[in-house]
């Protein structure tokens, strides 16, 4: 089982960039990964996704602001966020893609307005 540590995340102002960091404990190479985020109130929601070759996918609210990457050498997967909103923030989480649990302590983000 592998296990995924988050980090990176802080309080920024609106307008600013944050980038998340996620480390997994085994190879994900052969993965979809996924990063996913939950507001107060609010059900997982998953924000952008890469795949093993590194296509990637995004949500509406984010696409044009956010990026992932990853590297598969290093089992590594990132999200570099800019123009952050108030509406960003959030705990985010990294997984892989189409699993039940196996979830982390996620790392919170917060934008103030």
């Known amino acids: 089982q592998v296990q995924l540590v988050e980090s990176g995340g802080g309080v920024v102002q609106a307008g600013g960039s944050l980038r998340l960091s996620c480390a997994a404990s085994?190879?994900?190479?052969?993965?979809?990964m996924g990063w996913y985020r939950q507001a107060p109130g609010k059900l997982r929601e998953l924000v952008a996704s890469?795949?093993?070759?590194?296509?990637?996918w995004y949500g509406a609210s984010v696409k044009g602001r956010f990026t992932l990457s990853r590297d598969n050498a290093k089992n590594l997967v990132f999200l570099q966020m800019n123009s952050l909103k108030p509406e960003d923030t959030a705990i985010y989480y990294c997984?892989?893609?189409?699993?039940?649990?196996?979830w982390g302590q996620g790392t919170q983000v917060t934008v103030s307005s």
């Open positions: 085994g190879s994900i190479s052969l993965n979809t």
């Open positions: 890469v795949s093993s070759r590194g296509s990637t």
């Open positions: 997984n892989k893609v189409g699993v039940v649990g196996g």
